[in-house]
């Protein structure tokens, strides 16, 4: 009898213990199994690979823009993409255009490629298959409105100089505007006598002429071409992507309605013969860039002030070269012997 008591207690404490042990087997298994808390939920999302790429983006075609120099593909592809995000280009790009537009006013605008204008390079240019999406390139341009393009707001940067920018500013945009109003293509003899007539021959507030036309050369904003021509070497100028996105054919239109003060605002009350000396003009002006004749209103020429895009920094964010950036004839000096040695001994600069 007491050992069947015993066992009898055994095999009930057995019975009572089982449930409560599989019970917490159940909870132990249903704990371990449950996905942990999401974190994110407690605060701010942490921000992704993509923001990081976008952000590093909106830096390097700002930095690139203040050197005036191009935003390449290749550049992008290795300066914040990298080899993960090769594939994220067009999603990095658009989102990086939109933050651009929202928190700057500016946006990335594509380059033209460079027109084939000699011979040699038709002939070249036809041996190549398609270009490759590969060298694409964009400068920074604004997307302010024109009313706040004026050059009482958007004065030229500071760097190095407030003065020697404006200057720049228009030095490269008398260039490009005799260099359209000659067709589109300007030998360099004739442009020699251009730079005579405004005592720029030889040297100009910026720098050396030679060494400026290099500068213009290296940045797109002229393209020096050679050619043989019986024998002999022909050397042009025409117009670099650079230069067709920041000033182009309505930048120069602009330019000279400022020189010749037939700028909007200005013809409020024209008289008959006023109206048709404007008319005269509009229609020589448009003869000579290969465009249509603005229209002539009351109130003066309608869309005088529609001029070409410019650089986001301000000099010459108006799309017109401003009073402020043609350079002053007392500031010249007169080149020392020793730049005269030096420029006659200087290397001539050729297209890359």
């Known amino acids: 009898m007491p050992s069947s008591h015993k066992r009898r207690a055994n095999a009930a404490s057995e019975t009572e213990t089982t ?22 939920n407690d605060g701010p999302s942490a921000p992704t690979s993509t923001d990081g790429m976008v952000k590093k983006l909106v830096r390097l075609a700002i930095s690139s823009e203040y050197s005036r120099l191009p935003i390449r593909r290749n550049d992008i592809s290795a300066k914040v993409l990298g080899e993960q995000g090769s594939r994220q280009f067009k999603l990095v790009f658009d989102q990086a255009q939109r933050e651009m537009r929202q928190r700057f006013g500016m946006e990335m605008t594509e380059l033209p490629a460079r027109e084939k204008v000699t011979i040699t390079q038709r002939r070249a240019a036809q041996k190549t298959e398609k270009p490759s999406s590969a060298n694409k390139s964009w400068i920074v341009t604004s997307t302010l409105p024109l009313a706040y393009r004026s050059p009482d707001i958007l004065i030229p940067t500071k760097a190095p100089s407030l003065y020697t920018e404006s200057t720049y500013t228009g030095l490269y945009s008398f260039i490009i505007a005799v260099i359209v109003l000659n067709g589109g293509s300007l030998a360099e003899q004739k442009l020699d006598r251009y730079l005579s007539r405004t005592n720029a021959e030889i040297a100009t507030p910026v720098d050396r002429t030679d060494k400026l036309l290099q500068r213009l050369c290296k940045e797109g904003y002229i393209i020096k071409t050679r050619e043989m021509d019986g024998g002999e070497e022909v050397i042009e100028y025409v117009l670099g ?45 448009g003869r000579s860039l290969g465009i249509e004749p603005a229209p002539v209103r009351a109130n003066g020429v309608d869309g005088a002030s529609d001029v070409g895009d410019a650089r986001v920094n301000g000099s ?4 017109e070269a401003p009073q402020s950036s043609w350079p002053r004839r007392s500031s010249r000096r007169a080149p020392t012997q020793e730049e005269e040695e030096e420029d006659s001994d200087s290397e001539e600069y050729e297209e890359e």
């Open 19 to 40: 449930p409560s042990a599989s019970r917490r087997r159940r909870q132990s298994e249903e704990t371990d199994s449950s996905p942990a808390p999401d974190s994110d």
């Open 316 to 319: 010459a964010e108006d799309r």
């Open 241 to 285: 992507p650079r230069g067709k996105i920041e000033v182009g054919t309505s930048g120069v239109a602009g330019l000279v309605r400022t020189v010749y003060g037939k700028e909007k605002g200005d013809h409020e009350g024209l008289t008959q013969l006023q109206r048709e000396e404007l008319e005269d003009f509009e229609g020589k002006l």
